[in-house]
């Protein structure tokens, strides 16, 4: 049930991600397409658990303004919509917008890191956007993640780092791309600085 829909989201959360060291998916259309197939993912986890996922709402909102084209140009990114998602990523976890933010939640079940997976991927996208404004934004959000799950400390959190965070940036690191290298290089240094105390 709960496990199979959420490796579900998490699989087709991945190709809004980059592929191997290319930035993966440009088309707008293509991306709104994916972030309407989580949503529904969302929603017949909520019909068949019959338990409303706030956590995942939540992320799926995000997600539909993360993917979101200019309304005069669809091929271009909305920044009005765009901007303050990455840099409520980018700020304090605890506060309205940050990654920790979005995975409070009352019951325990719903409070799953692993649900964040689609906004990972959609930073780790824009790390190779050539707008700097974001590249740099979805670099601080991915270091706020870092520091967010390093400060939380439980295994979920630990884990999402070491599976999903960990791959990516591997990936990234044989990016052709020198911009995107160097931010994936500063991604590395921030998981190794954030991790120090842990064996």
Known sequence: GHDVALSHLQTIAKLLGPNKGNPGIADREVRQKIASVIT?????????????????????????RLCASHHKHIEECNFDEVLPVLNGLGGPPEEDGGWAFYVHSKSKADADPRKLTPLVYCC?????????????????????????????????WLQMIETTFISSVRAGLTSHDANARRAFVLLMAEVSRSFASYD
Do not use: M, P, T
């Open 40 to 64: 529904a993912i969302a929603r017949h986890e909520e019909e068949d658990g019959k338990s409303k996922s706030a956590v995942l709402q939540n992320v799926c909102k995000s997600l539909a």
């Open 124 to 156: 780790f996208h824009f790390i190779y956007d050539e707008d700097g404004v974001l590249s740099r934004g979805a670099l601080k959000a991915l270091k706020s993640l870092v520091s967010a799950a390093a400060a939380i400390g439980k295994n979920a």
